[in-house]
Nanobody, 123 residues
């Protein structure tokens, strides 16, 4: 069992930056692929970034060059740096952990989920 707690969301103006953090419980954090997802009102949840156990990364086209995912296994933490934010980035952002769906899963069937943190970008 893994528990995930996100932090770092908030209100920011367009063009601004935020850093989201996700702290995981347990001693096996390094054995999980980690993902960041977002869900805006009326839209499906989408994977914006993922990182494998060994640091291979994936980014959705909509965030490439603006968002950066990283992990520090010694701190049981995964980060998402959000730069050059746009109003369309407004959503609830979720952290997720997975051991069951391949090296770098990007679907919504991750094993464990956090409660989410709101990111609001004003124009």
């Amino acid at each position: 069992q893994v528990q995930l707690v996100e932090s770092g969301g908030g209100l920011v103006q367009a063009g601004g930056s935020l850093r989201l953090s996700c702290a995981a419980s347990g001693r096996t954090f390094s054995s999980y692929a980690m993902g960041w997802f977002r869900q805006a009102p009326g839209k499906e949840r989408e994977c914006v970034a993922a990182i494998s156990r060994r640091g291979i990364t994936y980014y959705a086209d909509s965030v490439k060059g603006r968002f950066t995912i990283s992990r520090v296994n010694a701190k049981n933490t995964v980060y998402l740096q959000l730069n050059s934010l746009k109003p369309e980035d407004t959503a609830v952002y979720y952290c997720a952990a997975d051991q069951s769906h391949g090296i770098l899963p990007t679907g919504s069937n991750y094993d464990y989920w956090g409660q989410g943190t709101q990111v609001t970008v004003s124009s």
